[in-house]
């Protein structure tokens, strides 16, 4: 048996031993575990589920051991992920430590810095969010104006920053502030790592057109920052923070692990549904027009997800990856947004309802969903920016 | 047909532009909202309406309306598209009036129609029993009991259906689902014995109603399985009626979105001024356009009794379904993050469009309905 | 009886008895008259119908009786429009002449060009082309480089012009010339009238996609312009000539008068043709997804044609037209793409013949004309630059 | 299935990549046309291909070819795809060997598979009847008679019918058009008595023909009645590689249209400065991605007889159809004037994508296979 089947063999065993039966269910979103000294845990097979992971490192699977993490090769966490996709296991616990921050340390943080937070944030025990966007500066993310004066000691932060999601069940932020007001745009900027639970840190929940509130404005007002938690060097913070947008869009598209999961499912399958909601005439749903409009949409989702594949393969192969973050980033949103749509048309008015008790689940559920999706091609880089990206990045178009 | 206004309708249109900012302006519909109103309008503002005569601006001067012709009503509706006006316009003044002028009987129209003009009476059409427009698709049975008819079946989505004071029934005395044949009008007060209605409030906001009827006894409107004669014209009346409101709610979104590209500066220069969007906001100018002479084409068919009312009425429901749901998509993505959230405007326009687009018939139906009516 | 009926019964008339039998037939493209000193007449009745509609001015009936044209009201001209449709009767004559050069003359030429010219274009003796892009001018139409010296008593032009439409039939060409090489770009710009029947003048068909020529490169070797065909004043040429794009883009857009024929008569109506080829269901055009696509484009036509006549009522009752002759030019010219796109699918394989032999008539002048039509969004203003127009002085976005 | 490729593979593109730029450039296309060439392609270039194993690359090396797969026949047709080089390479190497290989028994496949190979024997499959690709629509009937079959019927759109050596012909030795059961292949020779050959010459200036034939004796090439099954592989076989074919082409077309854009100046800048046409790029950009992977995933799966070859197929044809034909429009667009004329070659390429198009299936077709194959 080779290592990699007994490692499947092992895995295989552990997961069904240690994975609670209640966590092999679907996970409706409001059941999602974020972590952080903040979270409540409504079912206690939560708890038990993330601490077993995290006993065995794998909250973040492939993370070095040192850290908190599994120490997996790729091909040992493309196992576990099969094997826990087998089961329906659910992720032990999901958020900006794991595909955000956590790799952002990884690439650029201290050896002081990685064993103070990566440990915290594969326990569990700290939850973090993003602290990027400012009102006036939107797509034109190094416009950004809060201020990080150096008090001597430590750092002292003055200004506003919105869109910061989850910031109400987050113990810190990581941030990018102007450090040098006289310098151009992308050079007086550096990356910070704030602690939020202190009196000069404010946050304010944005209610969106879903009724939802999962994004806050977060405002600083002369809080503290020390200064070991400044990443990378000072004044060249935008290097950092691009690297992070990646794995941020990465993330928004699907092609980190979430993808792999669908991220629809609680909706149900498209052209079930669209059975189920117009009909079936010889077998097809029953509304030609919708009929092709799914088909569109599904045959891209195929090609989608062949060519996130394809990405992963020329990495690993040692080819040069021919892609841009910013195409799945585009495409994936785009083809999201485009599902919804059709799923709205499919399903008719029982879409469109507000108030919970004339609607069913899937049916209340999806109208906030649709809403919510608008934010998908506008939040991490809107479509356009994307677009301009590409241009200017991959197919080398002037400026 | 003529595509322009004349003097007359542009004055009512002014009045009503003034009105619907002054009166019923979008903070209205959020008031509304937030403090779960129990009719889902104001009561007084409706009033108001009724004073100016907008409950009967289609109903003749023989019955107490003002007779100034749909073109005149279409341009009111406009206006309260523009503000997103929530008042039983639509289910009451254009659907139920409807109904009872070309479907009642002398008696009752000079009983009921200057009721509605005087605002008293609130109708609503229980049409619907699938999540799909679907005229034909009545299975509600109509069994007739000496004079009147008792009514069994539920039905979904009926516009205003909590606080009418009567509810139209289409119902079938023979036949079943989805034929022409066999539909029956049957009117019932809506405290009558076995009407069980709950409201169901929409994702823009408004009410409509899922109502179970068991043997509920009305009177018959029009004759008995020849309903689909009366209801044809009156779908299309509420059909081209609400592709008017839809006019008005797209042009200011549009609007506010060319206002919002001119000053929102990003990368130090008015986001307008990317090539990009300006593509996109000409693309959308020119269906904006497209838009207008539609609806104003169909309107004039409605006043002249034109013989493609029909045909009209699908062309401008399913360009009016489209052009909202653009508009008020790249609405909502040019705002960027403000777009979505709540404390914006611009928002309650998407709602709002795809309510509209899903109600009376969506752009796939009134496609077919159009090629079919063309002979392919 | 009123003058106008009293003026449709004598348009009647004289049109039974003067417009001969085979003018009532539908006509193919190569049978339409261009007329100018090149013109061949295969058909002599199209001489004789030419003739006759020249005597009454109504060949261009609304401009003014003293330059050749019948002097019509808008209304007693739609009367004839009317009447000639109603007989199925042909234009006599078309072209530049009378889409371009002809209106233009009436605005801002002086009156001796008036009676110079506009009288030779009513009777079909003289035939115009365009001289306006340049090989590197296309969209930048204003960075157009062919010179015109002042030689005392003439000027003499040096200079390429490209996609001269119709020159190797035209007799005199209107045309964009530098005047001023120091002034900025739309400064130095005359508009000039050429006589093409000289020595310096070069013609030279360009042969396009669809197999035909129907443009031109034209050369000017120190060829002669004398001074009275300068229209308008010299270095003010850009003004004249944007004015002229408006009648040429109204022309593309079919708001003209050709627009009420319909354009793409010759192919047959879009359905029916749909039907024919790929059958029908219960009434319905067999293939769903090609009857939709149908259904959208002849919904759009249907209401770019009320938007065209809201257009002329609008202009008529007084007020002031909403419109961009931009928005015709550019929804006219995608909409005629995609319906021969359309025409293309349905018809499959019979649509993309080349050799006639085993395509019939309509198979085989549909491949052309689809090819053709890939000109309309790009000639006269791309559909890029119309969309550029509209938003800055339609919409009034900043540049 | 891997979605890159191997060594061995990427030698092969190269060596494809040089050969075609050099023995068939456009230019080559160009001159056939303008001579009239009388077969359509270059005999000489022909002979070239062969030798390097091409006309063989998927005839297992028993049968006198390579034995290289699919995946290498796919690369060589992307690089003639980016040529817009004409070849027997689909009708004779992937449509006629593909009957011979799946349907042939043991002496035919002996017998004939060798000299496809050897580039002497050329092959014409004669399917359709209508304007629109119908795998199971012959009408065309085979009659038996003794050992042989007698085929009387009219085939259109015979790609290379006008040059093949043997014709293999769907016929129908019972039911009628439409049934998929019934269909019978027989292999007639194209001089054979009864065959009446009219070469026409397509837009892109390839050559298909229409094809009478009046009692033709042939050879049942598998089984009888059963016709379908060999069909329905060899379609696919067909499909996927003229979906590389044309993934080659329309690479060329949009690295050609960008490169237009970085040059070309109006307005004193490149016009791939504007926006507008950034953006049109980028989307176009990630068009093509998803084409490249699709065509990957195909090819992989044939040499791999997955059992999901049908639905790949019909993904991959239905994308590339529309892949290719919004670039090569695009191409027009974007290049302008230039691009409507004769002389540039980028209309060639839209030429080309139109008549791909419809050759196999068009979308609608293959969209409409992919829902059945999933059960919607």
Chains 1, 3 share one sequence.
């Not at chain 2, 004669?229 to 008017?244: H, T």
């Not at chain 2, 990317?274 to 006043?303: G, I, P, T």
Request: net charge negative; glycine share 12%; proline share 3%.
């Amino acid at each position: 048996m080779s290592d990699m089947e007994s490692f499947r063999n092992e895995t295989r065993s552990w997961l069904e031993a240690n994975c609670p039966a209640s966590m092999r269910l679907p996970e409706k979103e409001e059941d999602m575990i974020g972590g952080g000294t903040k979270q409540v845990f409504t079912n206690p097979d939560a708890k038990v589920w993330l601490e077993h992971m995290a006993d065995k490192g794998w909250t973040a699977p492939a993370w070095p051991k040192e850290y908190g993490g599994g120490g997996l090769s790729q091909e040992e966490h493309g196992i576990l992920q099969d094997e826990m996709m087998r089961i329906g296991a659910r992720a032990p616990i999901n958020g900006m430590g794991f595909s955000m921050i956590g790799p952002t340390l990884l690439d650029y943080g201290s050896e002081e810095q990685k064993k103070a937070h990566l440990p915290k944030i594969a326990s569990g025990k700290i939850r973090w969010c993003q602290g990027y966007s400012e009102p006036a500066a939107g797509s034109d993310l190094a416009s950004l104006q809060t201020r990080c004066e150096d008090r001597g000691d430590f750092f002292q932060i003055n200004g506003q920053k919105i869109w910061t999601s989850g910031a109400q069940y987050a113990d810190w932020i990581f941030t990018l502030v102007r450090t040098d007001p006289k310098a151009s745009k992308h050079d007086g900027i550096s990356f910070v790592l704030i602690d939020m639970n202190q009196p000069g840190v404010t946050v304010k929940p944005i209610r969106l057109i879903s009724g939802n509130s999962p994004f806050c404005e977060t405002f600083f007002d002369s809080a503290r920052c020390e200064k070991n938690n400044l990443v990378g060097q000072l004044n060249r913070g935008w290097t950092v923070g691009k690297r992070l947008l990646q794995h941020e869009r990465s993330s928004i598209s699907g092609l980190a692990g979430g993808g792999r999961r669908g991220r629809y499912e609680a909706l149900g399958r498209l052209p079930e549904i669209a059975k189920q909601y117009v009909g079936e005439a010889d077998g097809r749903i029953a509304a030609p027009a919708l009929r092709e409009a799914v088909l569109i949409n599904q045959m891209n989702q195929r090609a989608f997800g062949l060519t996130q594949r394809r990405s992963m393969e020329e990495s690993h192969s040692g080819g040069t990856p021919t892609f841009a973050t910013s195409m799945f980033k585009y495409f994936g949103s785009e083809l999201g947004k485009e599902r919804l749509e059709l799923q709205l048309e499919a399903m008719g008015t029982q879409s469109l309802g507000w108030d919970k008790q004339s609607f069913d689940d899937l049916e209340s559920s999806l109208t906030r969903t649709w809403l919510r999706s608008k934010a998908g091609t506008i939040a991490g880089g809107s479509s356009e920016i994307q677009l301009n990206i590409i241009a200017k990045r991959v197919l080398g178009l002037p400026d | 047909m003529p595509l322009v206004l004349n003097e007359e309708q542009n004055m009512l249109k002014d009045a009503a532009k003034d009105f619907c900012r002054n009166n019923m302006p979008i903070t209205q519909l959020r008031k509304l909202r937030d403090e779960n109103s129990e009719a889902g309008f104001d009561r007084e503002t409706w009033s108001q309406m009724v004073e100016l005569g907008w409950a009967g601006i289609t109903i003749p001067e023989d019955f107490g309306g003002l007779g100034f012709g749909y073109t005149g009503m279409g341009v009111v509706m406009e206006e309260c598209g523009r503000t997103l006006a929530c008042s039983p316009l639509l289910a009451t003044a254009a659907l139920g009036a409807g109904c009872i002028l070309h479907g009642g009987n002398d008696d009752q129209k000079n009983e009921l129609l200057p009721r509605v003009a005087g605002g008293e009476l609130l109708l609503a059409l229980a049409l619907e029993e699938t999540p799909h427009h679907s005229p034909y698709g009545a299975a509600t049975v109509a069994e007739r009991s000496g004079d009147a008819y008792n009514v069994t079946g539920s039905k979904k989505f009926v516009l205003d259906g909590h606080i009418a004071n009567k509810i139209i029934v289409v119902a079938r005395s023979s036949g079943e689902a989805g034929d022409r044949e066999g539909l029956t009008l049957v009117m019932v007060d809506s405290d009558a014995d076995g009407v069980d209605i709950t409201r169901t409030i929409m994702a823009d906001s408004r009410n409509a109603a899922n109502i179970e009827f068991s043997k509920v006894q009305g009177e018959l409107l029009g004759e008995e399985g020849k309903g689909a004669d009366v209801l044809d014209q009156v779908l299309d009346i509420g059909r081209i009626l609400l592709s008017s409101e839809m006019l008005g709610g797209l042009q200011e979104c549009f609007e506010r979105t060319i206002e919002y590209l001119k000053v929102r500066e990003q990368f130090g220069v008015p986001i307008g001024s990317f090539q990009a969007l300006k593509h996109r906001a000409a693309q959308m100018f020119c269906e904006v356009e497209l838009s207008k002479s539609v609806v104003l084409e169909a309107l004039s068919a409605l006043d002249e009794s034109a013989d493609d009312i029909a045909e009209l009425s699908s062309l401008a429901k399913a360009r009016l379904n489209d052009t909202y749901n653009l508009v008020s998509s790249e609405g909502v993505q040019m705002h960027g993050g403000i777009g979505m959230t709540d404390e914006y405007e611009i928002g309650f326009f998407m709602k709002r469009s795809r309510v509209c687009e899903h109600t009376l018939g969506s752009s796939a139906f009134h496609r077919d309905r159009y090629g079919v009516l063309q002979g392919y």
